[in-house]
């Protein structure tokens, strides 16, 4: 399926989740339907910290409409670290990065590959 964008309350409900575990990150997968991204799934035993966040592949539901992830950077920094890009693939084929403060604009796209990539963003 091709995605086409993500809901805008769902880069709320991000942004939201960024700054609720401030200064430790979140990482959460994303879904899609219809190609708009707009579910998002807490895998049971996620491991959070203030430089790191990582879950259990086996925990992943198995689910054919899995987009691919989100995680916030504390640091405010919105670029993929070496461990994220090792990351982004196994999870899917988007991924976003929620970074502080955690206001409207502090937020990137990415591909698998980490390369930045625009997404719409759908109301």
């Given at each position: 399926m091709k995605i086409r964008g993500i809901r805008q309350d769902m880069i709320t409900l991000l942004l939201?989740?960024?700054?609720?575990?401030?200064?430790n990150e979140f990482v959460a997968l994303l879904t899609e339907q219809?190609?708009?991204?707009?579910v998002m799934?807490?895998?049971?035993?996620t491991i959070?910290?203030?430089?790191s966040a990582s879950l259990f592949f086996d925990m992943m539901p198995l689910d054919t409409h899995r987009a691919g992830s989100a995680h916030s950077h504390p640091n405010g920094v919105l670029r993929p670290s070496d461990a994220d890009v090792s990351f982004f693939p196994k999870a899917g084929r988007y991924h976003f990065i929620i970074g502080y403060p955690y206001r409207e604009k502090?937020?990137?796209c990415f591909t698998a590959d980490g390369d930045p990539?625009?997404?719409?963003?759908?109301?």
């Amino acid at each position: 399926m091709k995605i086409r964008g993500i809901r805008q309350d769902m880069i709320t409900l991000l942004l939201q989740m960024g700054h609720e575990s401030h200064p430790n990150e979140f990482v959460a997968l994303l879904t899609e339907q219809d190609g708009i991204i707009g579910v998002m799934n807490l895998l049971p035993g996620t491991i959070t910290g203030s430089s790191s966040a990582s879950l259990f592949f086996d925990m992943m539901p198995l689910d054919t409409h899995r987009a691919g992830s989100a995680h916030s950077h504390p640091n405010g920094v919105l670029r993929p670290s070496d461990a994220d890009v090792s990351f982004f693939p196994k999870a899917g084929r988007y991924h976003f990065i929620i970074g502080y403060p955690y206001r409207e604009k502090n937020w990137q796209c990415f591909t698998a590959d980490g390369d930045p990539c625009e997404m719409a963003v759908i109301p």
